[in-house]
């Protein structure tokens, strides 16, 4: 849901990462919604990152997630 949200209506502000882990799949072969669909395009909409392969590595999101919150302490 919170990726159809950005998707349709982009922060104001840059996001310094969007991290879901184990985000459900709505849609054709996924989770079933009355009334939510999510649009074709989803992904191009989306700010670019990694995939949703993370091969039992969770390395990488741990960094991006650190990297965020040394941000925030800065601010």
């Known amino acids: 849901m ?4 950005l998707a349709e209506r ?6 310094g990462a969007i991290v ?6 709505v849609g054709a072969g996924g989770w079933h919604a009355d009334g939510f669909e999510l649009p074709h395009d989803l992904g191009a909409r ?5 995939d949703h392969q993370l091969d039992d590595d969770l390395s990488k999101v741990a960094r991006v997630i ?3 919150s040394r941000e925030v302490g800065d601010a």
């Open 46 to 50: 989306l700010p670019p990152g990694g």
């Open 2 to 5: 919170a990726t159809n949200a």
């Open 20 to 25: 879901l882990i184990a985000a459900p799949f």
């Open 66 to 68: 650190e990297g965020v």
């Open 10 to 15: 982009p922060p104001e502000r840059e996001l």
